[in-house]
């Protein structure tokens, strides 16, 4: 079992950055392809990034391709989202997740989740 928990969110600027991580709990994190997620107030959760538990492989949304990072670091149980270039409709409750020796984007093929940190990016 995984416990996820993220921080680092907050309110900043269209066109500023922002470093959100996810700090798991566990010895078989580094078994765990691990996602990013978000949800706007009245918005469905939608896949941002995820990142195989291999680490080669990495998976982006259209939307943020190019401007968001996903990266892991298995030594220290965590996954970071570096956000670049934000823009207001990125505004939403991150969420981190975990999924056990598989990728994917679906929200449905993913076991564990954080409980979210907010990213508020104002105009």
């Known amino acids: 079992q995984v416990q996820l928990v993220e921080s680092g969110g907050g309110l900043v600027q269209a066109g500023g950055s922002l470093r959100v991580s996810c700090a798991g709990s566990?010895?078989?994190?580094?078994?765990?392809?691990m996602g990013w997620f978000r949800q706007a107030p009245g918005k469905e959760r939608e896949f941002v990034a995820a990142i195989s538990w291999r680490g080669g492989n990495t998976y982006y949304a259209d939307s943020v391709k190019g401007r968001f990072t996903i990266s892991r670091d298995n030594s220290k149980n965590t996954v970071y989202l570096q956000m670049n270039n934000l823009k207001p409709e990125d505004t939403a409750v991150y969420y981190c997740?975990?999924?056990?020796?598989?990728?994917?984007?679906?929200?449905?093929?993913?076991?564990?989740w954080g409980q979210g940190t907010q990213v508020t990016i104002s105009s």
């Open positions: 566990g010895r078989t994190f580094a078994s765990y392809t």
């Open positions: 997740a975990a999924r056990y020796y598989s990728d994917g984007s679906s929200p449905r093929g993913y076991s564990y």
